[in-house]
């Protein structure tokens, strides 16, 4: 086989399979990181509710940008979604905990994901630098830190 098929092959394993799993699990992270940032801002919400005392009013949109004034005598207990449609009535300590089981659990996915990342990018580097060696090119310049 030639070099320049073998080169050709290499150059289509990395834009075909390897730039394509990057950016899915890119994808997949940002996912995480929205739905970090949604677990902390109803975190937050909870605590704000906890720390009320008087009754909750609050606008509730009925569609089209129509708003009825709502009032909720008791916060007490919170209806949080546990996903696949499934919703657990919960206290708000309950409610809160968790909340922090979900944020850890999505902490270490994202940090899965950004090693599976990594990992990806060093075979992205190394396939590279093997073509470098087939097509006989020179190695690029580096740069030293001082």
Do not use: W
């Amino acid at each position: 086989m030639a070099a320049a098929e073998k080169a050709q092959r290499y150059e289509a394993f990395v834009s075909d399979v390897l730039q394509r799993d990057l950016r899915r699990v890119q994808e997949q992270r940002d996912g995480v990181f929205e739905q970090q940032a949604q677990v902390l801002q109803l975190r937050t919400a909870l605590t704000r509710l906890q720390e009320a005392a008087a009754p909750l009013r609050t606008q509730v949109d009925l569609g089209c940008n129509f708003f009825v004034t709502a009032e909720v005598p008791s916060t007490e207990r919170v209806f949080v979604a546990l996903g696949y449609g499934f919703y657990a009535e919960l206290t708000l300590p309950e409610a809160l905990r968790h909340l922090d089981r979900r944020s850890r659990l999505l902490e270490q996915l994202s940090e899965s994901l950004t090693r599976d990342g990594a990992k990806i990018r060093a075979h992205i580097r190394l396939v590279l630098e093997g073509l470098r060696e087939l097509q006989g090119l020179q190695d690029p310049p580096t740069t030293s830190d001082p």
